[in-house]
């Protein structure tokens, strides 16, 4: 099945490596416009590089509101518009017994992975009130937590994550 986005933009975080990327070459293969996002410039030049259309790339951490805000302005400014907005970035920096995380790695897994969506998708909202799409890739292992894969923060995080998608429907 082909799916054509020509005359469509993507705003695409975690797009440095990985799922992130094939989406952006994904995007860009099927004619959006891609901007990729992530926190690491070098990454995501190396990224766009490699991908055959017309991209801009745009360093930014995802769990920091301000830097969302800028991105979702500069892809705005660079294509107009914003038709797409694909969640994919997020960060477990706990691996290990729920009752042993501290509150920096808890605070951090939930900046990036609950609040970041959220107040990227606000901003890509209030920028542009014309018929968009949006996709929000949800990172799920599946399953129940158990104390030898995962930690419960992970898995209450990701539960947040499911909320969201449904609750933002459009």
Same mark, same amino acid.
């Given at each position: 099945m ?7 933009? #993507? ?9 992130? #990327?094939? *989406?952006?070459?994904?995007? #860009?293969? =099927? ?16 990224? =766009? ?11 930014a ?8 805000? =800028?991105?979702v302005? =500069? ?6 518009? *914003? ?40 901003a890509?909202?209030n #920028?542009?009130?014309?018929k ?39």
């Amino acid at each position: 099945m082909e799916i054509s986005l020509r005359g469509k933009t #993507a705003l695409v975080t975690g797009a440095s490596r990985g799922i992130g #990327a094939a *989406i952006a070459k994904s995007f #860009a293969e =099927a004619g959006a416009q891609v901007m990729l996002s992530s926190r690491k410039e070098d990454s995501l030049r190396a990224v =766009a590089k490699e991908i055959d259309g017309e991209t801009e790339v745009f360093a930014a951490n995802t769990g920091d509101i301000e830097q969302g805000q =800028a991105c979702v302005d =500069a892809t705005m400014k660079r294509f107009g518009k *914003i038709d797409i907005l694909v969640n994919n970035a997020a960060t477990n920096p706990y691996y290990g017994a729920t009752l042993g995380v501290d509150s920096s790695r808890f605070d951090k897994t939930f900046q990036v992975n609950l609040k970041g969506p959220l107040f990227w998708s606000q901003a890509v909202f209030n #920028a542009s009130m014309q018929k968009r799409s949006r996709c929000n890739f949800e990172h799920r292992f599946g399953g129940r937590p158990s104390s030898r894969t995962r930690s419960w923060c992970l898995q209450f995080d990701e539960s947040g994550d499911h909320s969201f998608d449904e609750s933002t429907r459009v």
